[in-house]
């Protein structure tokens, strides 16, 4: 079993579709984060999750809103999305929020495509 | 604040020949150093990582990188390159600001492969 896995790896939505895309990691980690990677623009940092509570939002419009039930889980919900959303959405995971040397761990992805 | 900057956006090289792909960061103390690779629609993963151990840090597939004090780089070689090598790779710096640390990603190198 890999360390992090999101579902779906792919996902096509209309403007006016409600999905969710979610995240699950089995590494006993305490920090998740959604990041979101579009073509020729840098990977942008969404959301960051500790033992189960936001400590970042940066500046991500309101039609996507995280949910982590639990250290285990991190959902995005996605509802009225623009087709300049489409992209490579991110999860990742760490063992604990910040520290100097800590890694990321990285899902796979969840591809989505608005039209 | 912390900082990576990646030379080169694309890197070609031939099969069997040397791989250079080059970061240099900024950083007002020692930081703590990354290199992530990610092949097309996958996730990243974690090739190598420095903190502030031994300077030469070998990583998974062959893969090493020097960090260089002076002159503030962490490039990323290996010795003769396979066609599987192809991918996108991120330098990564961890960030501190008031005991708060993130993850600042490079824009990436795209690194061709030709036979």
């Known amino acids: 079993e890999t360390g992090v896995t999101q579902t779906p790896r792919h996902l096509v939505m209309g403007m006016t579709n409600k999905k969710s895309l979610k995240c699950e990691q089995h590494l006993g980690h305490n920090a998740m984060y959604w990041y979101k990677q579009s073509a020729k623009k840098p990977l942008e940092l969404m959301f960051v999750?500790?033992?189960?509570?936001?400590?970042e939002n940066n500046s991500v419009p309101s039609r996507f809103s995280p949910e982590c039930p639990n250290s285990s889980h991190l959902f995005l919900h996605l509802h009225t999305l623009q087709p300049e959303d489409s992209a490579l959405y991110l999860c990742?995971?760490?063992?604990?929020?910040?520290?100097?040397?800590?890694?990321?761990?990285f899902g796979e992805g969840s591809r989505l495509t608005v039209l | 604040a912390q900082s990576v900057t990646q030379l080169d956006s694309h890197v070609s090289v031939s099969e069997g020949t040397p791989v250079l792909l080059r970061c240099n960061y900024s950083?007002?103390?020692?930081?703590?150093l990354f290199w992530y690779v990610q092949h097309p629609n996958k996730g990243l993963q974690l090739l190598l990582k420095?903190?502030?151990?031994?300077?030469l840090v070998k990583g998974i597939n062959g893969f090493e990188a020097e960090f260089k004090k002076s002159e503030t780089s962490f490039h990323l070689t290996k010795p003769s390159a396979h066609m599987s090598d192809a991918a996108e790779y991120f330098c990564?710096?961890?960030?501190?600001?008031?005991?708060?640390?993130?993850?600042?990603f490079g824009t990436g190198t795209r690194l061709k492969v030709l036979a």
């Open positions: 950083s007002s103390y020692s930081p703590s």
């Open positions: 990564v710096v961890i960030s501190s600001t008031s005991g708060t640390y993130k993850y600042i």
């Open positions: 990742a995971s760490s063992q604990d929020l910040g520290g100097a040397t800590g890694e990321l761990f």
């Open positions: 999750y500790s033992l189960e509570e936001r400590v």
């Open positions: 420095y903190t502030s151990a031994a300077t």
